[in-house]
């Protein structure tokens, strides 16, 4: 799905001198490189503060826990996304709210987010899911109509560009009260271990945050809140001060992919390419995700697996499904969408060495199998 080998030998040098010079100032925690991609990250998202930490799972549980909520606010996410979203919620105490996704865009539906408001709603998660902008402009004017936080989980679209009705442009992540992200290897922007962090232009809540990430301390040895040990190590700080440099170019290649890829599938009454909303830039192919109608989407992910070629299927089982997830509060109709397509995905591989000639052998076989 992702080949990180190829991706590593092009910065190979630069990358190995950056390692081996954070090694050799034996600054592993904190180290000036830390501070470096910070700032270098807040620039290019355009950003008053990066809080890093250890991994996007993390981001998402301390932004959270920046807000002051208490036991039963309930906070809205959506169906389809990676169970970290919803997980950190619970964990919390706090309640989740599940609710259905656009059928275009596997976003979260904005219709379906006003249905599930109640006096206890507290904040919103939109998920920029599979690299491509949520309806922000309609997120926005819902939470402030409401009095709700936005915390944008943009662990799959870092680069993505927002664009406004009135054509001012955006970084996601920057569009919310705080947005988070993860530098999971395998993400658009990712380290050679865990990492992740936290976005935000407010100074107060910057300032809450960077206690909360070391134990609740604002000065040393005084815990003023209760907090947590979540750190970006200076080795992946350095790593990925080197790769952000390259985020552009490497957006660049995915979306080159993915142009490639629907002009070989578009025109097949069996695949649902993926929907870019208005400009390109607003979908950073985290994930070429397609829907398989009116044809068995299992049996596709198996004929492909045979022929060696790798697929995913994000997500099999909508989270309102999960055990861990259900709720008495949900009917089985409030996720059409969600209960359809989690039948009908199936993701390609999505990376920045992918060649024309393995374009052509992936998009062969699964025309093959749908003739
Ligand atoms: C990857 C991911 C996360 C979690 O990131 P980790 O760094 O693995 O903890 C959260 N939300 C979404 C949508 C993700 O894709």
């Known amino acids: ?37 910070q700032e270098h990250l807040e620039n290019y998202l355009g950003v008053k503060h990066v809080i890093p930490c250890a991994n996007g799972t993390d981001a998402l549980q301390i932004a959270l826990m920046g807000l002051g909520l208490k036991k039963g606010d309930e906070i809205i996410t959506a169906d389809f996304t990676f169970a970290a979203t919803v997980e950190v919620i619970s964990l919390l105490g706090l309640t989740p709210v599940l609710v259905d996704i656009d059928i275009k865009t596997y976003n979260i539906d904005v219709s379906a987010v006003k249905k599930a408001i109640t006096p206890k709603t507290k904040a919103i998660i939109p998920v920029h899911l599979f690299g491509q902008a949520a309806m922000m402009s309609e997120i926005i004017k819902i939470a402030e109509k409401n009095d709700l936080y936005i915390i944008e989980d943009n662990a799959q679209s870092i680069g ?12 996601t992540g920057s ?48 815990h003023d809140v209760v907090g947590v040990n979540s750190r970006l190590d200076s080795i992946q700080a350095a790593i990925l001060d080197i790769k952000l440099s390259y985020l552009d170019y490497y957006n660049e290649c995915r979306k080159a992919a993915a ?11 069996k695949i649902i390419t993926p929907f870019t909303i208005g400009e390109c830039d607003s ?26 070629i790798p697929c995913g299927v ?3 089982i909508p989270l309102h499904l999960q055990k861990a997830y259900m709720s008495d509060r949900y009917k089985e109709t409030d996720f059409m969408v969600t209960n359809q397509v989690v039948n009908e995905v199936i993701s390609l591989p999505m990376h920045t060495e992918l060649t024309d000639d393995q374009i052509d052998l992936i998009t062969d076989e699964i025309l093959t199998f749908l003739a």
């Open 1 to 37: 799905m992702v080949d990180l080998k190829g991706q590593y030998d092009a910065i190979q040098a630069q990358v190995n001198a950056s390692v081996i010079s954070t090694i050799e100032s034996t600054k592993f925690i904190n180290g000036p490189q830390v501070k470096e991609f």
């Open 160 to 171: 993505a560009n927002y664009t406004f009705p009135d054509g001012s442009k955006k970084k």
């Open 314 to 316: 994000y997500y099999p």
């Open 283 to 308: 979908h950073v192919y985290h994930q070429y995700t397609l829907r398989i109608i009116n044809a068995d989407r299992d049996a596709l992910v198996q004929y492909l697996n045979k022929k060696g």
């Open 175 to 222: 569009l919310g009260h705080l947005g988070t992200t993860s530098f999971f290897p395998s993400k658009n922007l990712g380290a050679y271990g865990d990492g992740g962090a936290i976005f935000t232009d407010d100074d107060r809540l910057a300032n809450t945050l960077r206690g909360m990430v070391n134990h609740g301390m604002y000065v040393r040895y005084h």
């Open 259 to 269: 142009i490639k890829y629907t002009q070989r599938l578009a025109n097949n009454s």
